[in-house]
């Protein structure tokens, strides 16, 4: 199979297209979101990358291939920066949250088991979501707004719509097909599943986010 992702994400393009017309996403890109909903997402997402980061070092060190490894323990080094530049933008004085949705909860805990239980090619395939949603999604919103001045949340926007994101999402889906290209039928179809379950994930964030979702006991 010469190119995994590309057969993946044209299964789940439904979840893609549902994540577009999202009310959290309209109103990001409209400028119009609440700022009581974006904290409470920067607060949850800061919450979820702590988790993401160890996730991504521990697909690099079962990586195969040296520059692999590097490219993911990179990546996790990464987000530690990109999350201390937005909290500085995003949260300011506001104190940032310890307590997880169960959303959030969900996501994080779902990765890690099958990163740590699972073969290394769901790995990926689990992980991948988090990368190509974000990328497609900043696109998204830049070549349909027009209120590029004066968005309170472009800052955010640019981030995941910028060159220096897309590139780690080429490398990201590169690795994946890679590792696909030698899998069994049976690896790919759970590569599959895994996938599709992190895109809905990955819905479900932004649904949760938009609801300051709450343990209701």
Request: some cysteine.
């Amino acid at each position: 199979m010469q190119d995994w992702y590309k057969l993946a994400r044209e299964q789940t393009d439904d979840i893609l297209e549902a994540i577009k017309e999202q009310s959290f996403i309209k109103e990001l890109m409209n400028g119009t979101l609440s700022k009581e909903v974006f904290q409470f997402y920067i607060n949850q997402d800061a919450m979820y990358l702590a988790e993401y980061k160890k996730i991504l070092a521990t697909v690099g060190v079962k990586c195969e291939h040296v520059d692999d490894t590097q490219f993911f323990l990179d990546s996790a080094t990464g987000i530690i920066n990109v999350e201390n530049a937005l909290h500085q933008i995003f949260l300011k004085n506001n104190q940032l949250a310890h307590v997880p949705s169960p959303t959030c909860e969900l996501y994080t805990s779902y990765l890690s088991r099958i990163v740590s239980n699972h073969s290394l090619e769901e790995a990926l395939a689990a992980v991948l979501p988090c990368f190509t949603i974000y990328k497609e999604i900043g696109d998204y919103i830049q070549a349909n707004q027009s209120n590029k001045a004066d968005n309170p949340y472009q800052d955010w926007i640019d981030t995941y719509g910028g060159e220096e994101f897309a590139t780690s999402v080429n490398n990201a889906i590169i690795i994946t097909n890679k590792y696909a290209a030698n899998a069994s039928e049976e690896v790919l179809q759970k590569m599959q599943t895994a996938f599709e379950k992190a895109s809905k994930l990955e819905w479900m964030f932004w649904d949760s986010a938009y609801n300051k979702e709450p343990w209701k006991i």
